[in-house]
């Protein structure tokens, strides 16, 4: 199984301000047949399902607002809110659709400072 | 816009079958490329992949609850169900049925149902 590792586990930004949650995976995720990294970030709010926010590592699905942007290639991934807004209050996980099992990571939960 | 939902009971005695069923709509489950998954979150935890099957009725499961999972797929209803057997308090979570596209064209989930709780207990 690949394994997913998000770093940190917690962390608390200020309006405003950027944030930045890292992932990384136990072997490359990146698909040569395309040339595209299999990594998805999901944003998790209370009582709701996860939401896909971002897929190949740094598209955005439609409608996800462009403070939200992912880089990063073969194992190692960041997830970056560039302006914290209130709603963004969530839990955020990466996930590797490059071989089952499909496999997340362990969450990262966001708060305000 | 496509919609899922989960139905089934949302408790479970030890050692029973878990039985779900999953109800796409605003879509439909055959002759698309996507594929149907289910997904489990235990309370307060992370997320965990159970399996995906195709419209064909191929199926791919998590190895770790391989021995306990059945997903099968209904294209006349257009839905697809989950049987987790001989459950343990270990089972209990919210279950949530959701879609993705194959390997090579995917996107990850980009659908989800709302979830339903399962608690196992006697």
Redesign the interface.
């Known amino acids: ?1 690949i394994v997913m590792t998000q770093s940190p586990d917690s962390l608390a930004v200020s309006l405003g301000e950027r944030a930045t949650i890292n992932c990384k995976s136990s072997q490359s995720v990146l ?1 040569s ?2 040339n595209k990294n ?1 990594l ?1 970030w ?1 944003q998790q709010k209370p009582g ?5 926010l971002i ?2 590592a740094s ?1 955005r ?1 439609s409608g996800v607002p462009d403070r939200f942007s992912g880089s990063g290639s073969g194992t190692d991934f960041t997830l970056t809110i560039s302006s914290l807004q209130a709603e963004d209050v969530a839990v955020y ?1 990466c ?1 590797q ?11 990262t939960k966001l708060d305000i400072k | 816009q496509l919609q899922l939902q989960e139905s089934g009971p949302g408790l479970v005695k030890p050692s029973e079958t878990l039985s779900l069923t999953c109800t796409v709509s605003g879509g439909s489950i055959s002759g698309s490329s996507y594929y149907w998954a289910w997904i489990r979150q235990p309370p307060g935890k992370g997320l965990e992949w159970i399996g995906s099957i195709y419209y064909s009725g191929s199926t791919s499961y998590n190895p770790s609850l391989k021995r306990r999972v059945t997903i099968y797929v209904d294209t006349s209803k257009n839905q697809f169900s989950l049987k987790l057997s001989s459950v343990t308090a270990a089972d209990t979570a919210i279950y949530y049925c959701a879609r993705h596209a194959s390997a090579v064209a995917g996107t990850g989930f980009d659908y989800w149902g709302q979830g339903t709780p399962v608690t196992v207990s006697s």
């Open positions: 199984d698909y047949s395309n299999n998805a999901y709701q399902p996860p939401n896909l897929y190949w598209t699905e996980y996930q659709y490059y071989s089952t099992p499909y496999t997340f990571g362990q969450g």
